[in-house]
């Protein structure tokens, strides 16, 4: 082999920096040169796991805008003896920035409450449905984050992080993990409502991570994907002949710029969008599914009709082999609420009363759902959202953001059924024991546990510093798994 400079050299001996850094060097899929470009290793092949996994999938439900778990799941009856007077001192140490509302006079849940299942968990009656599934679930009652501004908090609940830049939870695995069905997106996310989630795409974003690990939006409705549909004008074979010009052109601007991860993951969405074209609409396509199963799912009444239908499109997508999905509540169409969210600062008993209503039967169907079908063993679901809710009130009928204290469940594979982890104090305002606290960075490695992955062994060379999913934080959670 000859070469016609030093660079040359380099670039096809493997030492070239800039191929090494996203043509040639990328953690977890072995090293290749520039010069072979135009052929990449498939970034999302199937990879072999650090050991063997409990799950295969995960569903996580993000309940968009916080909602109050001191009203729907932490029942504290000196809440309701307090209620209406000043927060005691004792239960505001440690605190040390405040809501933007203040603190005001101690509120108590006006709901009723009961427990449920052998587990005998704690439900208030806004989740009827959801509370026969109790002995499913694994309640994580000492959660804390940081921060307590809706976006910020949203970000870190995803990425880890309180800035834009770092890849999702979703991207990690993909990029660890690859892809098990190769015709459709390994990540995909999902939200009902007629907007966007909020903060948008940074929140499933690869970050520093190549592109093509980043998770595809699906729109509600009845056509999820636009334009996946070649015109009726075009022929296949007209088709493949465009994406084969179009795939020896990005190649080629593939190995003159090494380091554009960008141009690497528009060749794979090509290729990909048109394996789609056969399988995604089938994946996504609950018209065929009985009517016992719309009933189960809630999708034949007005207020969890949008929710069920996503729920009932992430179970289809987990059993075709799509390996993370990302839902967002939105709300119902047409809800007569002043918020769009849980965001309940005022009149939480009429906007916890809607979206209850939104998400319980769903949820509730999604996790029989999964079991009958034998997915449950396989697959994680996760309730979670980015802070609770103060025990005291706001703007008299309300409750203000709560970073120190509040509750999030998983259920499925590799844990502790109809277990609860951690407390948080008589009011519900704090982790009662420090020791059990609960922080994005240690859900997120637990997670990557239950998936086969150590986060500590989870890396990406990123600006010469090996970067990881957990920053430099995170516990696995031992204590919940089976």
Request: aromatic share 8%.
């Amino acid at each position: 082999m000859s070469f016609d400079s030093r660079r040359d050299f380099l670039r096809n001996s493997g030492l070239y920096l800039g191929g090494a850094a996203a043509a040639g060097l990328i953690p977890g899929l072995g090293t290749f040169s520039a010069a072979h470009a135009a052929e990449p290793i498939d970034p999302l092949a199937p990879k072999v796991a650090h050991f063997p996994a409990k799950i295969k999938s995960v569903i996580w439900l993000h309940m968009n805008g916080a909602p109050s778990t001191l009203d729907l799941y932490d029942y504290k009856p000196d809440l309701i003896k307090l209620a209406g007077q000043d927060v005691p001192a004792s239960f505001l140490k440690g605190i040390k920035t405040s809501t933007q509302g203040g603190v005001g006079k101690l509120y108590a849940s006006k709901r009723d409450w009961k427990q449920h299942g052998e587990s005998g968990a704690w439900f208030s009656d806004l989740l009827p449905n959801l509370a026969k599934q109790a002995d499913k679930m694994t309640f994580i009652k000492s959660s804390v984050t940081v921060g307590a501004t809706h976006d910020i908090s949203i970000l870190k609940l995803n990425t880890g992080d309180l800035n834009p830049g770092r890849p999702s939870l979703g991207a990690w695995i993909t990029y660890a993990l690859g892809s098990a069905n190769q015709d459709l997106p390994p990540y995909v996310v999902l939200y009902n409502g007629d907007r966007e989630p909020q903060a948008g795409s940074v929140n499933w974003s690869s970050g520093f991570l190549p592109a093509v690990y980043q998770g595809t939006a699906f729109r509600p409705g009845d056509s999820p994907i636009l334009y996946l549909n070649r015109p009726e004008e075009r022929t296949a074979q007209q088709q493949r002949k465009s994406l084969d010009l179009l795939k020896r052109l990005n190649s080629t601007g593939a190995e003159r710029y090494p380091n554009d991860t960008e141009l690497r993951a528009r060749i794979q969405s090509y290729e990909l969008a048109d394996r789609m074209q056969a399988a995604a609409p089938a994946a996504v396509d609950i018209s065929k599914e009985s009517a016992a199963t719309r009933e189960l799912y809630g999708i034949n009444d007005k207020t969890s009709q949008s929710y069920g239908e996503v729920l009932l499109r992430s179970r289809r997508l987990v059993e075709n082999g799509v390996r993370f999905v990302q839902v967002v509540s939105g709300f119902p169409e047409g809800a007569d609420i002043d918020r769009r969210s849980w965001d309940a600062h005022s009149e939480l008993e009429q906007n916890h009363g809607v979206m209850a209503k939104m998400v319980d039967k769903p949820i509730a169907g999604l996790l029989a759902d999964l079991k009958s079908r034998g997915l449950l063993d396989t697959t994680l679901v996760v309730w979670t959202s980015e802070f609770g809710r103060t025990s005291w009130g706001e703007s008299g009928s309300g409750r203000d953001h709560n970073p120190w204290g509040y509750t999030q469940w998983m259920a499925g594979g590799g844990l502790k059924a109809g277990f609860t982890y951690g407390e948080t104090d008589a009011i519900g305002l704090q982790t009662a024991d420090k020791d059990k606290a609960v922080d994005t960075y240690d859900l997120h490695a637990t997670v990557l546990q239950l998936m086969g992955l150590d986060h500590l062994k989870t890396t990406f060379l990123n600006n010469g510093r090996s970067e990881r999913p957990t920053v430099v934080y995170g516990k696995v959670i031992k204590d919940i798994l089976a």
